[in-house]
C-alpha cells in the first residue's frame, strides 16, 4: 500500500477513533467516574445511588460471568444467526423459484448455500443449546454458577468474532459501500467475496479458490472450534463436581445427561475439525500439501472433516431429544417412559457416532469391504434411535396429553425425526446411496431433522421456560399458530425434496431442468410458511417481553398435579418469593 492510498484512509481511521472515543466517554459517564472505595463484597461504596453487584445496563452483559447472564447471551445471539441464516435460505428458495438463474447470480448463490450451512450450524444450533445448557445446568444439578465462570464468558464472547470472520465478505461489503457514501473508498473491504464452497469446504477447491474471504472463514470456524470446545469442558465438569449430594446419575435429569454426551462428543469431534482447518490453511498459504492432489489428497480432507462432521450432526441432535425428553412428559401428565433407556442410547449414540463418518464418501470409490463395515454401523445406530422414539410414543401412549405450544413442537419434532431417520436408513445402505448421493433426497433427509427436530425443540424451549425467563407469558393463541405453520411448513418445504432427489436432481445447482419447476415452487412456498411462522415467533416474544401478563404463580404449566414440578421451577418459585418480599 503506497502513501497516498493509507493517505486516503485517514478519514476512515478518523472516524473510527473519534467513535471509540465517544464510546469511552460514554462509558465514562455511565460508569460515574469519581474516586470511590470498594466494599468488603466487590461492589463500591459511594453517597451516591444504591449498591449493586452488578452494573446496569449495557456494562452488565459486557462484563457479566453470571451463567444465567451468559445463557441469555447465547440465546439472543444464536437467535440473531438464525434470523440471519433463515434469510440467506429465504434467498435461496427464491432464486429455485424459477428453472432458470434468474433472481440471483450463480456465484450469489453458492455463496448463500454456503453461508446458510455455516451459520446454521455452527452459531445457531450449537449456541443455542450451549445457551440452555449454561442457564439450566447449574440450576438442574443444584450448583451456584458454572465450575469456570471466567472461561464460560471467553466462551462466549469468541463467539461473536468468529461470526463476524465467517461471515465477512458480506458485512465488509456493507461496511465499504456505508464508507463510500461518504467518499472513503476502502478496496480491501470488497476484495472480501463471500465463499463458495459450501458447508463441508471440500479439497481441492477450497485450496484453489483465491478468495482472501475463505482463509477468514476457516480461521473464525477455528475460532467458533475453540469456543464450543471451552463450553464443552465447563459443561462436562460442572456435572461431574458441581452435583447437589442428593442428586445421583440415576436421578440426574435427561437434559443434563444429553449435554453431558454431547460434551463429550465434542471433546474428541472438535479437535480434528481444528486441526484440518489449519492445514488447509497452511496448504492455502504455505504451499503444504496435506489436501492438494500431489500430497495427501482432497480424499484426505473428507475423512478428517467427517470424522468431525458426523459427530456433529448428533452433537446438534442429542440436546435437541433432551429437550422433547424433558418437556414431552410435562404435558402428557405422566413421566418419561424408560429415562434409562433413554440414557443408555444417547451414550450408544455418542459413541456409535464415531464409526459411520465414512457413510458420507461411500461414492468415492473407497475399498467394498471397508464400504460395507461402515455401512453396518449407520444401519446400527438407527437402534437407539428408535429405543428414544418407540419412549416418547410409550410415553404419550395413555397420557392426559395437553397440546400447550411446547408440546405441539416436541410431537411436531417427533413426526418429522421419523422421516429424518427413515430417510437416513436409506442413505445408509450403499446401493441406495449410491443413486440417491448428492441429490435433493439428501438435502430433504436432514432438513427434516435439522429442520424438523432440532430447530422444533428449540422453539419448544423457548416457549416452555419463556415464563421462567423473563417472568412474563407469552401470547398461547400466537404460540400455537406458530406451531401449526412450522409443522406444515416442514413437511411442504422438504417432502418435495425428497420427490425431486428420487427424481435425480442433484443438490447445490443456481438452474434446474424445467420439469422440477413446481415441485421447487411447492418446496420454496412451504419455506415461506415456516418464515411466516418465525416471524411471528419472534414478534410474539418480543412483545411478551415487554407487555405480556407477569407471572406470579411459578407452576404455569400445572405440573404439580402430575408430581413433576421439577427443579428448575421450584428455584423460579423462591425467586418469585425472592421478588416479592423485596416488593413495596
Ligand atoms: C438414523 C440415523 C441416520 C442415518 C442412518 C443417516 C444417514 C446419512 C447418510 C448415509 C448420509 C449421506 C448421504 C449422502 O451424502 O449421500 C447423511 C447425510 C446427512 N445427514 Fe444423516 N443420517 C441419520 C441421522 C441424521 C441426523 C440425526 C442428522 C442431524 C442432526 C443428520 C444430518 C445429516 C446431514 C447434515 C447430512 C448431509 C451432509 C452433507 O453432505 O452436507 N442425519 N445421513
Ligand atoms: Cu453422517
Known amino acids: 500500500m503506497g502513501v497516498i492510498s493509507v493517505l486516503k484512509e485517514i478519514p476512515g481511521l478518523l472516524v473510527v477513533t473519534w467513535a471509540l472515543l465517544g464510546l469511552a466517554i460514554y462509558a465514562g459517564y455511565r460508569q460515574n467516574w469519581q474516586m470511590r472505595s470498594v466494599a468488603a463484597d466487590g461492589g463500591y461504596l459511594s453517597g451516591l445511588g444504591f449498591k449493586s453487584e452488578k452494573p446496569a445496563g449495557i456494562f452488565r452483559w459486557l462484563t457479566t460471568v453470571d451463567h444465567k447472564d451468559i445463557g441469555v447471551l447465547y440465546i439472543v445471539f444464536a437467535a440473531g444467526a438464525a434470523l440471519w441464516g433463515g434469510t440467506d435460505a429465504m434467498m435461496i428458495r427464491t432464486e429455485l423459484f424459477t428453472a432458470g438463474t434468474d433472481v440471483w447470480s450463480a456465484e450469489t448463490y453458492n455463496a448463500l448455500f454456503t453461508t446458510h450451512g455455516l451459520t446454521m450450524l455452527f452459531f445457531f444450533v450449537t449456541p443455542a443449546f450451549t445457551g440452555l445448557a449454561n442457564y439450566f445446568v447449574p440450576i438442574l444439578v443444584g450448583a451456584d454458577d458454572m465450575s469456570f465462570p471466567r472461561i464460560n464468558a471467553i466462551a462466549f464472547w469468541l463467539l461473536p468474532p468468529a461470526f463476524f470472520l465467517v461471515r465477512g465478505g458480506l458485512i465488509t461489503e456493507v461496511m465499504g459501500k456505508m464508507l463510500a457514501a461518504v467518499g472513503v473508498r476502502w478496496e480491501l473491504l ?27 472463514v476457516l480461521l473464525g470456524l477455528h475460532l467458533s472450534g475453540l469456543a464450543t470446545i471451552m463450553a464443552s469442558v465447563n459443561i462436562i465438569v460442572t456435572i461431574f463436581t458441581e452435583r447437589d449430594e442428593n442428586i445421583t446419575w440415576a436421578n440426574l435429569d435427561i437434559f443434563s445427561w444429553t449435554l453431558l454426551t454431547t460434551s463429550g462428543i465434542v471433546l474428541f469431534a472438535f479437535p480434528v475439525l481444528g486441526s484440518a482447518l489449519l492445514m488447509l490453511v497452511a496448504d492455502r498459504n504455505f504451499g503444504t500439501t496435506f489436501f492438494a492432489v500431489e500430497g495427501g489428497g482432497p480424499i484426505l480432507w473428507q475423512h478428517l472433516f467427517w470424522f468431525f462432521g458426523h459427530p456433529e450432526v448428533y452433537i446438534l441432535v442429542l440436546p435437541a431429544f433432551g429437550l422433547v425428553s424433558l418437556i414431552l412428559p410435562k404435558f402428557a401428565g405422566r413421566k418419561l417412559f424408560g429415562f434409562k433407556f433413554i440414557v443408555y442410547s444417547t451414550l450408544a449414540i455418542g459413541v456409535l457416532s464415531f464409526g459411520v463418518w465414512a457413510h458420507h464418501m461411500f461414492a468415492t470409490g473407497m475399498d467394498p469391504r471397508l464400504r460395507a463395515s461402515f455401512m453396518a454401523v449407520s444401519l446400527a445406530i438407527a437402534i437407539p434411535s428408535a429405543v428414544k422414539t418407540f419412549n416418547w410414543m410409550a410415553t404419550l401412549w395413555g397420557g392426559n396429553v395437553r397440546w400447550a405450544t411446547p408440546q405441539i413442537f416436541c410431537v411436531g419434532g417427533i413426526m418429522t425425526f421419523i422421516i429424518g431417520g427413515v430417510t437416513g436408513v436409506f442413505l445408509a445402505s450403499i446401493p441406495v446411496d449410491l443413486v440417491l ?18 430447530t422444533f425443540a428449540a422453539f419448544a424451549a423457548s416457549y416452555y421456560w419463556f415464563p421462567l425467563l423473563t417472568g412474563r407469558m407469552f401470547n398461547r393463541r400466537l404460540g400455537r399458530i406458530h406451531g401449526y405453520l412450522s409443522i406444515v411448513g416442514v413437511f411442504v418445504a422438504f417432502l418435495p425434496m425428497i420427490l425431486i432427489g428420487y427424481g435425480g436432481l442433484p443438490r447445490r445447482s443456481a438452474s434446474y431442468p424445467g420439469a422440477f419447476e413446481a415441485l421447487q415452487q411447492l418446496s420454496s412456498f412451504g419455506a415461506v410458511i415456516i418464515g411466516i411462522g418465525a416471524l411471528i415467533w419472534l414478534t410474539n416474544l418480543v412483545q411478551s417481553y415487554r407487555l405480556g401478563p407477569i407471572v406470579t404463580d411459578a407452576d404455569v404449566w400445572n405440573l404439580r398435579e402430575t408430581g413433576q414440578f421439577s427443579r428448575e421451577w421450584q428455584w423460579f418459585e423462591e425467586q418469585l418469593e425472592d421478588r416479592t418480599k423485596f416488593r413495596r
Open 190 to 216: 470488497f476484495s472480501l467475496r463471500p465463499p463458495t464452497l459450501g458447508w463441508t469446504l471440500y479439497a481441492p477447491r477450497s485450496i484453489i479458490v483465491s478468495n482472501p474471504q475463505v482463509d477468514l
Open 437 to 454: 448421493h448428492d441429490t435433493y433426497y439428501v438435502v430433504g433427509h436432514f432438513h427434516f431433522i435439522v429442520m424438523g427436530v432440532i
